[in-house]
Structure formats: C-alpha cells, structure tokens
C-alpha cells in the first residue's frame, strides 16, 4: 500500500525558513517522480516544485518560489523534501506531496497517482 506521510508544516513570520519532509513507502521510491503541490481554500492546487527521483534528480519549480524553495531527496530514506526559505505570506496554503507520472517537470495534478494527506504552512506579516 502506497503512502506518502507529510510533516515540518507550522507557522512562520515573513522571511522565515520551514523544511517540509514527505516519507513515502510501499513502492520502490525510483519509481515515482515527485512533487510538491499546495492549495488555499477556494483555488485549485498548484504546483510548486518537482524532482526527477529516477532521473539524476533534475528539479522544477514554479516562478514564484523560485530562488526560495529548494526540492531535494534522499533515497536512503525514500523521502523528498521542501525547504522554503524568504517565506511570503502568499506562501500560506496546504501543502501536498505527491508521487506519480514518468514525464519531468511539474506535471498537472492527474499525472499524479498519490497524494499526502498535506501539511499547513501560515507565515504572517
């Protein structure tokens, strides 16, 4: 049974630093490219950044977090990560980790077969 379990939400102030960490088991971890989604209340959920996990690691990511967030994984322990550096309060949403699809880049949300249960992240100003 495929399971991605999210963790290292909370709540910042403006310019803070939160790692997000999303622990996958029950599939082999190459198996799955990988991204990292998040949503407000009202608006569809969009994509943030993605890693190529059986593809040299290769990583994606949205404009607006560019230069901020990093993706990264460690295959020792089948876990993909999100440091989000700077943080915005627009940064605030839930945040989703999701496995699924061959093709790289942030794919749209039905190429992904998994999904988290999510994490919240609130910065204020």
């Known amino acids: 049974q495929v399971q991605l379990v999210e963790s290292g939400g909370g709540s910042v102030q403006a310019g803070g630093s939160l790692r997000l960490s999303c622990a996958a088991s029950?599939?082999?971890?190459?198996?799955?490219?990988m991204g990292w989604f998040r949503q407000t209340p009202g608006k569809e959920r969009e994509g943030v950044a993605a890693?190529?996990?059986?593809?040299?690691?290769?990583?994606y990511y949205a404009d607006s977090v560019k230069g901020r967030f990093t993706i990264s994984q460690d295959n020792a322990k089948n876990t993909v990560y999100l440091q989000m550096n700077s943080l915005k309060p627009e940064d605030t949403a839930t945040y989703y980790c999701?496995?699924?699809?061959?093709?790289?880049?942030?794919?749209?949300?039905?190429?992904?077969?998994?999904w988290g249960q999510g994490t919240q992240v609130t910065v204020s100003s």
């Open positions: 999701a496995a699924g699809g061959v093709r790289r880049g942030i794919r749209p949300t039905y190429e992904y077969n998994y």
């Open positions: 029950g599939y082999t971890f190459s198996t799955y490219n």
């Open positions: 890693i190529s996990t059986a593809g040299g690691g290769l990583t």
